[in-house]
């Protein structure tokens, strides 16, 4: 009886506690909240960065070549054409050895462009008479300088003494004149000092002289002081133009010269002088 006692106590017991547990209410459970998602609302396509870009080339305009300009017209619209200026070879090459000379014509680094003279335009110097200040040159004969040979070998040019000098051609006709050629001494680059160049149809150049060339800036030529540069002697010559003098009618040319910067002697191997006899 006893026992049976203890064993219903003892369930009373644990079906207490049984309702005890299930009557409280349960802990509450610390929970740890997410963190809210970051929703990153998308930027405005202005403020996105735009993928670098090579910058395009700006367009290019083509470039077009000038056109020529017109050609110009000789008194009376005669038609101008190239003259044909027999060159002699070159006798020097490489670069010259530095001038210093007071106004010296910088050269142009390429072949001189032809020179337009009215069509019908001739070689009026070719043999004629030649006579100089010099009578008795120190090397050759005046009749060279109008002897058609430009080379610059021994034998083909003519040395004339010191001091100003001058040598003057006979066209025997009066012409009307567009362009002198003068090849002083083309060996080597030298300068040569007071050229002057002038026309005359008086063969003692007392009247009617006009001067169309003068490098010579302290008159130690005596005929005026000049304006024009010096230049380097080359194969090419000094061209004068003439037609842009208004194509002055003459029938005697001469020409000065005073030393170079090699010596105090004067040198001539030809002069062309190139036009129309007047009619």
Same mark, same amino acid.
């Given at each position: 009886?006893?026992?049976?006692?203890?064993?219903?106590?003892?369930?009373?017991?644990v079906?207490?506690?049984?309702?005890?547990?299930?009557t409280? @209410?349960?802990?509450?459970? +610390?929970?740890?909240?997410? #963190? /809210? $998602?970051?929703?990153? %609302? =998308?930027?405005? !396509?202005a403020?996105?960065?735009?993928?670098?870009?090579? @910058?395009?080339?700006?367009? +290019?305009?083509?470039?077009? #070549? /000038? $056109?020529?300009?017109? %050609? =110009?017209?000789? !008194?009376?619209?005669?038609?101008l054409v190239?003259?044909?200026?027999?060159?002699?070879?070159p006798?020097?090459v490489?670069? /010259?050895?530095?001038?210093?000379?007071?106004?010296?014509?910088?050269?142009?680094?390429?072949?001189?462009?032809?020179?337009?003279?009215?069509?019908?335009?001739?070689?009026?110097?070719?043999?004629?008479?030649?006579?100089?200040?010099?009578?008795?040159?120190?090397?050759?004969?005046?009749?060279m300088?109008?002897?058609?040979?430009?080379?610059?070998?021994?034998?083909?040019?003519?040395?004339?003494?010191?001091?100003?000098?001058?040598?003057?051609?006979?066209?025997?006709?009066?012409?009307?004149?567009?362009?002198?050629?003068v090849?002083?001494?083309?060996?080597?680059?030298?300068?040569?000092f007071?050229?002057?160049?002038?026309?005359?149809?008086?063969?003692?150049?007392?009247?009617?002289?006009?001067?169309v060339?003068?490098?010579?800036?302290?008159?130690?030529?005596?005929?005026?002081?000049?304006k024009?540069?010096?230049y380097?002697e080359?194969?090419?010559?000094?061209?004068?133009d003439?037609?842009?003098?208004?194509?002055?009618?003459?029938?005697?040319?001469?020409?000065?010269?005073n030393?170079?910067?090699s010596?105090?002697?004067?040198?001539?191997?030809?002069?062309?002088?190139?036009?129309?006899?007047?009619e």
């Amino acid at each position: 009886m006893k026992a049976v006692l203890l064993i219903a106590l003892a369930a009373t017991l644990v079906l207490g506690i049984s309702c005890q547990k299930a009557t409280e @209410p349960p802990a509450p459970q +610390t929970q740890t909240a997410p #963190a /809210p $998602a970051t929703t990153e %609302q =998308p930027k405005p !396509a202005a403020a996105q960065a735009a993928p670098t870009e090579a @910058p395009k080339p700006a367009a +290019t305009t083509p470039v077009v #070549a /000038p $056109a020529p300009a017109a %050609q =110009p017209a000789a !008194a009376g619209g005669a038609k101008l054409v190239p003259i044909k200026i027999d060159l002699p070879k070159p006798m020097f090459v490489g670069t /010259p050895q530095e001038t210093k000379v007071d106004f010296l014509e910088p050269p142009l680094g390429k072949a001189r462009p032809d020179f337009l003279a009215p069509e019908g335009t001739v070689l009026l110097s070719k043999g004629k008479p030649v006579s100089a200040s010099d009578e008795e040159p120190i090397i050759g004969e005046i009749e060279m300088i109008t002897d058609g040979d430009k080379e610059a070998a021994d034998g083909s040019y003519v040395e004339l003494g010191p001091f100003a000098q001058y040598v003057t051609i006979d066209l025997e006709k009066q012409s009307e004149l567009y362009a002198i050629v003068v090849w002083h001494y083309h060996k080597q680059p030298r300068v040569y000092f007071d050229v002057v160049v002038q026309l005359s149809n008086d063969k003692d150049f007392i009247t009617d002289v006009k001067t169309v060339f003068n490098n010579d800036r302290d008159n130690s030529a005596g005929q005026g002081i000049g304006k024009d540069m010096h230049y380097t002697e080359t194969n090419e010559g000094k061209l004068i133009d003439l037609l842009s003098q208004g194509s002055p009618k003459a029938r005697y040319i001469r020409l000065y010269s005073n030393g170079n910067t090699s010596n105090e002697l004067n040198h001539y191997i030809e002069v062309d002088v190139y036009g129309k006899p007047v009619e």
